[in-house]
């Protein structure tokens, strides 16, 4: 939303900017789709499309158009590569990126503000760039992001699903959450705490997600949190019979990721006892128990480490 604020600050003091965006990126490229930063005439810039000498190049570019009094409408393909024909980055990470980058108009003022609110309201829209401007919609994309180019890569439409991507479900509210929750409210994830009981001062300081919820009981998560391709589940709560009530509870839904914090023993005892029940065995070898990557985690702070490490892997498809 930093991007988009920037972007609304110039223009409220009529400050000429430009708006440079990743519409794709392949390989070990630092510029990932969906990247974004904003140059002003000021010199004054904000965000990032993967740092380093392209970066550098593609920011002294947009601040000399806007001393040219040109106004800039291109997409322009980076190779990270020295050894490329054309379309060199400067930058040898191998890979390479689509970049689009537009001079914002003074009619775009009603688009960035619309974006800014929806963001702010943390809702769903859909963000549509082409040659010639941006528009957005307060209607969700179905994807997170579409890039269609035409063969001579003059003309394309990219979209994106603006607001939250992923969706984080952390089930307990103690000191091993709050860690985890401070960590991963950096990252693109809408996070909810669940927690049976409410009087608790880790639960009350978690001041880093979205939504807060005192339940009844677990067993009440069948209700409350649905499946989906980009939701994640954490079980971390302050015992063996609730963790199993809410493992037990959403241990039939599809996630993206499903994960429960404990030792060895616990987690076998616990899984012995669901084949001794006939629990299907195919929907216990979707839990990653014990949670985390193995780093001989020992504070809470490292344990929040492994578990969004975990996390993240499983995101990016690693």
Not at 46 to 67: D, P, R
Not at 149 to 171: A, M, P, Q, W
Not at 175 to 187: D, E, G, I, N, P
Not at 214 to 220: A, E, I, R, T
Request: net charge neutral.
């Amino acid at each position: 939303m930093k991007v988009w604020q920037f972007i609304e600050g110039k223009q409220a003091k009529s400050i000429r900017v430009i708006l440079l965006y990743v519409l794709q990126s392949t390989g070990s490229s630092p510029g990932r789709q969906g990247f974004k930063m904003a140059v002003s005439a000021d010199g004054d810039f904000y965000g990032t499309i993967g740092g380093g000498i392209m970066e550098h190049k593609f920011v002294e570019l947009a601040k000399s158009k806007l001393q040219e009094q040109v106004v800039l409408s291109e997409i322009f393909e980076q190779i990270h590569d020295k050894t490329a024909a054309k379309h060199q980055s400067g930058m040898i990470c191998s890979g390479k990126q689509t970049l689009f980058i537009y001079e914002i108009q003074p009619s775009d003022k009603i688009v960035i503000e619309s974006i800014i609110k929806s963001l702010q309201q943390n809702k769903n829209g859909t963000l549509t760039l082409v040659i010639n401007g941006i528009s957005f919609s307060e209607q969700s994309f179905e994807y997170k992001y579409q890039l269609e180019l035409s063969e001579d890569e003059l003309c394309f439409v990219y979209k994106e699903r603006t607001g939250f991507k992923n969706v984080l479900h952390i089930i307990g509210g103690g000191h091993c959450s709050l860690a985890l929750s401070r960590l991963m409210q950096t990252m693109d994830f809408y996070i909810h705490v669940y927690e049976e009981r409410a009087e608790i001062n880790t639960l009350h300081a978690n001041h880093f997600v979205q939504e807060k919820h005192v339940v009844n009981s677990y067993n009440d998560l069948n209700e409350m949190i649905q499946g989906g391709e980009d939701v994640y589940v954490v079980i971390m709560t302050f015992g063996y019979r609730s963790d199993d009530m809410a493992l037990k509870a959403l241990i039939g839904k599809t996630f993206r990721y499903i994960g429960m914090l404990g030792s060895k023993a616990k987690i076998k005892k616990m899984f012995d006892e669901y084949r001794a029940e006939k629990i299907n065995t195919a929907l216990l070898e979707k839990i990653k128990a014990p949670i985390g990557l193995f780093i001989k985690s020992e504070t809470t702070d490292e344990i929040a480490v492994s578990i969004a490490a975990e996390i993240i892997s499983v995101k990016n498809n690693i």
